[in-house]
């Protein structure tokens, strides 16, 4: 089965610093990431996912992922944070052989300080 | 742009009732999901539908069952509430191409007194 986990509950980041949230998964094959971001009272949008081929993803809002099979991981960063981009990310594995379901981590609240 | 709507933004329900939220996309997909987020615990599949009339269970269908009987719409059904199914509850729609990007509604807060 797969799953996915996200270390960090919380991060308090000061706006213009970068930021990096973790995300490591198991799962047995190649499988399928993404991150989706959920502002405050809003659904999950996606910034970015990786199916395959060149292992930094580039996403909307300025963010990006890097894919490390070596590590299990597919961490999301930002150079630069906004205060916009206050809100809580998930990140999620999916798989054809596990019938296109995604399976979510728990969630990074990300707090931006002025 | 697709959209993705719920019923309700916020419901509050008596223990036993029966509880229907509903949702509706505009984007012609095949798949549509029901998740309930809970904090720490991201988001949990209940069930799933991939086509009108079809569904699958995901994580977590205990107390819950669906219904699909036209494509843009998919309701959850709570037969008979009870307090630990207080939660939000998400709904998302994606394309029939693989793992292709689910679009979700805002989401409805229930709670269950």
Redesign the interface.
Known sequence: AQS?T?PD?HITVSEGASLELRCNYSYGATP?L?W?VQSP??????LL?Y?SGDTLVQGIKGFEAEFKRSQSSFNLRKPSVHWSDAAEY?C?V???AA?????????TRVLVKP | DVKVTQSSRYLVKRTGEKVFLECVQDMDHENMFWYRQDPGLGLRLIYFSYDVKMKEKGDIPEGYSVSREKKERFSLILESASTNQTSMYLCASSSLAGLDTQYFGPGTRLTVL
């Open positions: 996915v996200q509950i399928y993404f989706y009272g809003q659904g999950l949008q996606l996912k199916f998930f999620a999916g798989a054809v019938g296109n379901k995604l399976t979510f981590g728990g969630g």
